[in-house]
């Protein structure tokens, strides 16, 4: 049993200033989570008791999925990742460091590397594959927007796990067996989720799928069909071309269009609705290659599909600097017409007339543009993000419905990139040697405490599902003062920590709206209150958090009804 005056819990009144979403304003006002820079923090006791619930959870799947849990180094020498080509690759995110003599070291935001040169290191022949290996550690992603607490942090608790396989066959079963395990452990914590199919980013695969949990604070959007259940994010699940906008063709006119930089500013000021603009984005690549990504006025841009249009190298959108410098105007007012630039041209826009663009002059647009006169010279490709109403691509039938998620987890089927990279090979058994076939699988383990909290709250605070639950139950005894209470509370408190349950005793000297305030705060499955009515009839309050009705129920009955709503732990 623990008590709530020995605990580090320091629960405020009041909403954090720079806090945005619920889960970070509730960690921090019940007392889980400070912050200690922009992006890393103190995890307090409370909180780290849901991470650690959140990791057995994982562990317990994992091992139960034939993986094997090991420690990588957090710190790792920067020479793997020069021979997997990603130490130029990554960008910023990776927080690179010199040791004492000048040795390139960085802190890993992720582990292929490290697990690829122990792999190919003690993995000779195919009688030591298959091997599944993981890891829970800290990680570090120097992210350009660290916020929402734990959900986007800088430093971050993350399960990396990797597996290795004789063949692609076999590697598709691990992945089969991965997604399983996965769903396994979204359920058992709990948590409203969706498997969606995903872009590869700069881990790179063919193969991938997100864990998505729904909520409206979620970062990313996913599609799902309304017939067939296909899901994807946004930015991967393919867009068909979609009829062309009714628009007169014309002359090139140039029109003055001052300070107007947005499409909504745009056509708002010239009256052309927003599915006749031409909108140009710049993107580079990470060998700083310049591209020039075309989109409908109304339509997103998907990072995922012009990584893919581009043979899968990791792009990024260029600074305001570098589209000043290509497109001779500040950002805005980029446009394809005269643009000496590799141009991928969204299918959307294939033979649109009458368009909208920048004219790649400042305060200045294009109308009457049209594709095949203005910008000819282009490669059309799927490019957009789909969006609900979409149609499905994959039964054709059905119409996408459109959520907001937050990943919590993502499976990837690898090949042999970086096998074949840093020289990680195995003898087969026909004496032949082969690059040895990936999968690599993350849970954000911080960000699932995070996503709970952003599906399970209530005005009040936290209501923790019980898996996830730092402590089972709160025995709260509404005077410490009186000897009477304060002795039954502890009595209740160790009965129902030998029923098997962690149990939190609040013997604060308090006054019972305060308690009760801290209770619905830390949001814990069951509250058992022991006040001087209820005692003298021989009863406690028994209440679950999230419900307002209380039952009154025996002490000698106490424990046994507690377990009961609580469940197994
Ligand atoms: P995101 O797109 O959200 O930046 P990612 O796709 O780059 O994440 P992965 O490389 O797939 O992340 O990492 C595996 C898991 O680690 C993610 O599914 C997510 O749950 C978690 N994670 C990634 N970045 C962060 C972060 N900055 N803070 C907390 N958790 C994170
Ligand atoms: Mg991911």
């Known amino acids: 049993m623990m008590r709530l005056t020995r605990l580090l ?3 405020l009144r009041d909403d954090p200033a720079d806090a945005e979403v619920v889960s970070h304003r509730l960690l921090v006002r019940a007392g ?5 820079a922009r992006g890393i923090y103190d995890i307090l006791p409370l909180g780290l008791r849901a991470v650690r619930r959140v990791e057995r959870i994982v562990r ?7 993986a094997q849990e090991l420690l990588m180094p957090a710190v790792i020498p920067g020479e793997l990742w020069q021979e997997s080509g990603r130490w130029e690759q990554y960008g910023r995110e990776l927080l690179r460091m010199k040791d004492r003599y000048e040795r390139d070291f960085c802190f890993g935001p992720t582990h292929e590397e490290v697990i690829t040169d122990l792999v190919r290191r003690e993995v000779r022949s195919y009688r030591d594959l298959p091997k599944n290996l993981y890891q829970i550690q800290v990680k570090f992603r120097d992210e350009v927007r660290p916020r929402f607490g734990l959900m986007r942090g800088r430093e971050f608790i993350m399960k990396d796990a990797y597996s290795f396989h004789a063949d692609a066959a076999d590697a598709q079963r691990e992945y089969q067996v991965m997604f399983d395990a996965y769903t396994r452990i979204f359920e058992r914590c709990g948590l409203t989720f969706r498997a969606v199919e995903a872009g590869g980013g700069t881990i790179g695969g063919s ?25 994807a994010n946004v930015e ?8 062309l906008p009714d628009a007169p063709g014309g002359a090139l006119e140039r029109v003055a269009t001052p300070a107007k930089r947005t499409v909504e500013e745009v056509s708002a000021f010239l009256g052309v609705p927003a599915d006749r ?12 290659a310049a591209v020039a990504v075309l989109v409908r006025g109304d339509h997103e841009a998907s990072g995922t599909k012009v990584q893919a249009a581009l043979g899968g190298d990791v792009v990024r959108l260029a600074d305001e600097e570098t589209v000043t410098r290509i497109t001779g105007a500040p950002v805005g007012f980029a446009g394809p017409v005269g643009l000496d630039l590799t141009i991928l041209c969204d299918q959307s826009l294939h033979g649109i007339r009458g368009a909208v663009t920048g004219a790649n002059r400042a305060d200045e647009h294009l109308l009457g543009v049209e594709q095949a006169r203005d910008f000819p010279a282009v490669r059309f490709a799927d490019l957009r993000q789909a969006r609900a109403g979409d149609a499905c691509p994959r039964c054709e039938q059905g119409s996408f419905g459109e959520h907001r998620g937050i990943e919590v987890g993502q499976v990837f089927y690898l090949g042999t990139r970086y096998s074949e990279a ?6 087969g058994a026909d004496g032949r040697e082969r690059p040895i076939e ?6 954000g383990v911080t960000r699932t405490v995070a996503a709970a909290i952003e599906q399970h709250h209530d005005g009040a605070g936290i209501v923790w599902p019980a898996p996830l639950a730092p402590y089972g139950a709160l025995v709260v005894p509404v005077n410490v003062g009186d000897a009477a209470l304060r002795e039954t509370a502890e009595r209740v408190a160790g009965e129902c920590e030998a029923a098997g349950i962690d149990t939190l005793l609040d013997d604060r000297d308090e006054r019972p709206g305060v308690k009760f305030k801290d209770a619905d705060l830390i949001g814990l499955p069951v509250r058992v209150t022991v006040g001087p009515r209820g005692l003298q009839k021989g009863c406690v309050e028994i209440k679950r958090r999230g419900e307002q009705h209380a039952a009154e129920v025996p002490l000698a009955e106490a424990a046994a009804r507690v377990a009961a709503l609580v469940g197994p732990r």
Not at 32 to 36: D, L, S
Not at 60 to 66: F, K, V
Not at 422 to 427: I, N
Not at 438 to 443: L, T, V
């Open 9 to 11: 819990a320091p629960t």
């Open 422 to 427: 840093m020289g990680a090979r195995f003898l």
């Open 32 to 36: 889980m989570i400070r912050q200690v």
């Open 438 to 443: 990936m999968g690599c699988y993350g849970i």
């Open 207 to 231: 193969q991938t799928h997100e864990f998505q949990v729904l909520a409206e604070s979620g970062e990313d959007a996913i599609v799902s069909c309304d017939r067939c259940g296909y899901a």
């Open 236 to 243: 991967k699940a393919a867009a068909r071309p979609l009829p």
């Open 60 to 66: 317990e799947e994992m091992d139960r999925a034939g």
């Open 277 to 288: 603009f031409v909108k140009t984005l710049i993107y580079q690549t990470s060998g700083g």
